[in-house]
């Protein structure tokens, strides 16, 4: 990935600071979208720089469709016509549907579905100009599934699923790959409360749960030339969880 430059979002932590550490250590340069963890973001910098890469850090709330375009205005202008996107910015607000609120809807949709769209609208015409573009959205097992007291939740990551199946049908004549990623469940602040044990009752054929820097790997994978042909694809990293 030398002389490649990632946008990666909801970086600071988690998945996507596993991915952006990835990607450094591959040789992309790295701009990293954050929310509001600056702390985290700052580590995660650090250790790209370590990496031999550039990195910087950007505040944005995903969600804020002026303000991403904002952000990556200013990612271009940092670092040229850059080559990839990693929406990976995602938020839960668990409810049984009988008591989920309007703003729990909202909310999760907002971040997790219009948040990809956002950044797929206005990263599209730098990759329009630079003539290639590798788009990867993190979507979710359960997208596929669906999951008791996730309908919000679900609803965004299978949305992701259709957003992605579509940009890629138009895209793939302009040499942009879109594609995604159905994580099953990885150790992160996300998932804190599940432990060991309850990843096993979640009736995970693997028995464990999954690393954020499992699903790094995929990502690297289909943000690389490795993949070129791929567009479209939905790769589940979940242990069997899904099948
Ligand atoms: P996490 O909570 O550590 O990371 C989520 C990141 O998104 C955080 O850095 C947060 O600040 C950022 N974020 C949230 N709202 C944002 C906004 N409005 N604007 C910008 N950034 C925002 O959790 P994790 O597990 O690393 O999640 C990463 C992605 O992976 C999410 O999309 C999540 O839905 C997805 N995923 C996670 C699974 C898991 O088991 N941990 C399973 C399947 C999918």
Redesign the pocket.
Known sequence: MKNKTALI??A?????AAIARRFAEGGANVAL?????TEGAESVKADCEAAGVKAEIYQ????DHDKVKETVAAVKKEFGLFDILVN????TKDNLIPMMKEEEFDAVIA??LK?TYNLIRHCIPVFMRNKRGKIVN?S??VGMMGNPGQANYAASKAGVIGLTKSVAREMAVKNITCNAIA????R????SELDEEGAMAAGIPMKRTGT?EEVAETAYFLASEMSDYITGEVIRVDGGLGI
């Open positions: 979002t909801g600071s932590s988690g998945i996507g979208i954050y929310a509001g963890n944005c709330d995903v969600a990976n910015a995602g938020i971040t997790n948040g993190i979710s097992v994580p099953g469940f990885i992160t602040k996300m998932t954020p």
